[in-house]
C-alpha cells in the first residue's frame, strides 16, 4: 500500500476528493495515513475526521518555515507517508521539505499552468480576458506553481463569469483530475524526463 499524506489550510474540498477516490478503488493499492493543517481552525478537519481519517494540527504561528516544516516532515514520516499531496495548503515549503520528499510531493492549481501561478489565479484569468481556464497537478519544486506538470484540464470561461462561478467550474475539475493524477504516481508507470511527466513505454526518442 502507497501512503498519501494530504497537508490542508482551508475547507478541504479537494483532500475529501482525493479521499473519495481512495475509497471507492479509484487510486488503487493505496491509503490516506493522515491530513495535517497549519491552520487549527480549517473547516478540511472537521470533515476530514468525518470520514474518519486521521488529523494532525502543525500550526504555523510564531515558527520559522524551516523549523515548521521540520515538524510537519516528522509527522508525515511518523505515518510513513510515502507521497504528499497539497491540497489548499497555502505555505510556501521550504527546500528541506522538498528535498526530504523530492519529486513526491504533488499540487493542485486552479490554472493551466505555466499561466497565472500564484494567488488569486480565477481574478488574474478574469482580468486577463482569457477564454479558456483549467486546473493543474503538478510536482512541487522549489519554484512557486512550477514543478513539471503531471495533469491538466481545460474548463471554458463564459461572458457571464465572476470569480465565483469561474472557481465552481474549474473546481468541479479539479476534483476528478487530482484523483486521476494521484493514481498514476502511485501506480509508479510513469517516468520524469526533462521537465516532462511521461506514462511509461510512451517516450519517443
Ligand atoms: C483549490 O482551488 C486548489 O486548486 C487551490 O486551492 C483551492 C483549495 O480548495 N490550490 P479546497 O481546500 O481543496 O476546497
Redesign the pocket.
Given at each position: 500500500m502507497i501512503r498519501i499524506g494530504i497537508l490542508?489550510?482551508?475547507?478541504?474540498?479537494?483532500?475529501l476528493a482525493l479521499a473519495d477516490a481512495v475509497r471507492d478503488g479509484r487510486i488503487p493499492k493505496a491509503e490516506i495515513a493522515v491530513v495535517v493543517s497549519d491552520q487549527p481552525d480549517a473547516g478540511?478537519l472537521v470533515r476530514a475526521r468525518e470520514q474518519g481519517l486521521k488529523t494532525v494540527v502543525v500550526d504555523r504561528r510564531g515558527r520559522t518555515r524551516q523549523a515548521h516544516d521540520e515538524d510537519t516532515v516528522a509527522v508525515l514520516k511518523d505515518h510513513k507517508v510515502d507521497i504528499v499531496c497539497?491540497?489548499?495548503y497555502m505555505r510556501l515549503l521550504s527546500g528541506y521539505f522538498i528535498e526530504a520528499y523530492h519529486h513526491r510531493i504533488l499540487?493542485?492549481?486552479?490554472s493551466l499552468l505555466p499561466a497565472f501561478p500564484g494567488l488569486d489565479a480565477h481574478k488574474q484569468m478574469l482580468e486577463h480576458g482569457v477564454k479558456w481556464a483549467g486546473?493543474t497537478v503538478h510536482f512541487v519544486d522549489e519554484t512557486l506553481d512550477g514543478g513539471p506538470i503531471i495533469a491538466q484540464k481545460i474548463v471554458p470561461v463564459l461572458d457571464e463569469d465572476t470569480e465565483e462561478t469561474l472557481?465552481a467550474r474549474?473546481?468541479e475539475q479539479?476534483h476528478k483530475l487530482y484523483a486521476e493524477a494521484l493514481a498514476l504516481i502511485v501506480s509508479g508507470s510513469y517516468e520524469i524526463v526533462g521537465r516532462r511527466v511521461v506514462s511509461r513505454g510512451e517516450v519517443s526518442s
Open positions: 490542508i489550510s482551508g475547507r478541504g474540498s479537494n483532500m478540511g497539497l491540497a489548499g499540487n493542485i492549481h486552479p486546473c472557481s474549474i473546481l479539479e
